[in-house]
């Protein structure tokens, strides 16, 4: 069976779309690679909060910014702070400042899976940073957080969403939104479930609950989650699968 791979750049992080099946070397296939990498340079060019240009720059000047996507974004993050209890919150406290907005704990697996649209009917996996979304059937390595080279586990994916927050390769970036303090407790939290949006959200709540937060993911229905503690030791809800 014919498979391929596409690697580029995109919001400062490697994004690759792997395809597979009998046409996977079409002009059609190609096409549709295409226009996910062009999906996602939008939505990098909307709402990151790097780029003076963007709209969450604009927002965050005080600016009055509309659009359907500006308003799709804006609304999934005030769910997501309310299925977290708070725990996911876009508008970041720090003591001398008034709260900035910034939607990137949402928008890269809301992006992927958006964009991983373009190739319906095609065999795909699409990975950014941590998070994929599939097609058909897939073998998927978790990373073990304390040595990225190593894996923790393989899991057998089909049409499923995996997402990973920690700070391996970030360092302590996840904040309590409660405390504005850096999360504590856990290396890593990898969720999977059947949306690529909502198990990234989840995932990094979860970082920011700590070892408690395996209670939590217990409770919700579709998802399953492995979280990694800061000495090492494993959590699992109970329905986590086993290694492949």
């Known amino acids: 069976m014919t498979r391929r791979a596409f690697v580029e750049q995109i919001m400062g992080l490697p994004v690759s779309v792997h395809v597979r099946g009998p046409h996977a070397d079409s002009t059609g296939v190609g096409d549709a690679v295409a226009a996910v990498f062009a999906e996602l340079r939008m939505i990098d060019a909307l709402f990151s909060p790097y780029r003076p240009d963007s709209r969450v720059s604009a927002l965050n000047r005080g600016e009055r910014v509309t659009g359907p996507l500006v308003e ?12 977290t209890g708070g725990y996911f919150d876009a508008y970041l406290r720090r003591a001398a400042s008034r709260p900035a907005f910034d939607p990137s704990g949402l928008v890269k697996g809301w992006a992927v899976e958006r964009a991983a649209a373009h190739l319906r009917g095609i065999d795909h996996y699409v990975s950014a940073g941590g998070d994929l979304v599939t097609r058909g059937s897939w073998r998927i390595g978790v990373e073990d957080p304390a040595q990225p080279d190593r894996l923790l586990t393989v899991l057998e994916v089909t049409d499923h969403a995996v997402a990973t927050s920690g700070g391996a ?72 699968p086993a290694a492949g």
């Open 169 to 240: 390769h970030r360092g302590a970036h996840i904040l309590d939104p409660h405390t504005g303090a850096p999360a504590r407790g856990l290396r890593s939290v990898t969720v999977t479930g059947p949306s690529l949006t909502w198990a990234d959200v989840y995932a990094t709540a979860a970082v920011a609950r700590g070892p408690e937060a395996v209670r939590w993911l217990d409770g919700l229905p579709g998802y399953e989650a492995l979280l990694v503690r800061d000495d090492g030791t494993l959590l699992a809800t109970p329905g986590w």
């Open 72 to 83: 799709t974004v804006l609304e999934l993050c005030e769910q997501a702070r309310d299925r």
